[in-house]
């Protein structure tokens, strides 16, 4: 009973956690000051392509537009779409970006800052 508990509160802690990843929120190093690492296998100085225009939808209270942004996957850019993210009070979002450190690009992370 003890074993089956822990492994259900495992799963549910894992479900509440992927959209959260998936939202591009941010990394723990970045939100300790630190940058994060490049990911092993990524665009190196190949640079992100312009951002594509997106139509945003109405506003929606309680809600704060994420602008889509360009990921690496797989060895190439990939479009991820912007979409709609619960507000919370007292933070701002910034969203995720390309910075370019050296010669190589890295991907920040978006997330909610003081």
Do not use: C, K, T
């Not at 209270?61 to 360009?70: A, F, K």
């Not at 912007?82 to 992370?109: C, D, T």
């Amino acid at each position: 009973m003890l074993n089956r508990r822990s492994m259900l509160r495992g799963l549910f802690a894992a479900a509440l956690a992927a959209p959260i990843a998936a939202a591009g929120l941010p990394v723990e190093a970045e939100a300790q000051g630190r940058p994060p690492p490049p990911p092993p296998g990524g665009p190196g100085n190949r640079r992100p392509p312009p951002p594509r225009y997106e139509r945003r939808p109405a506003p929606r209270r309680g809600y704060v537009w994420m602008d889509g942004h360009w990921a690496w996957r797989r060895g190439r850019y990939v479009w991820v779409p912007g979409g709609w993210v619960a507000a919370r009070p007292g933070y701002r979002y910034r969203g995720p970006r390309w910075v370019l450190r050296g010669n190589n690009w890295v991907f920040i992370s978006g997330g909610w800052y003081r």
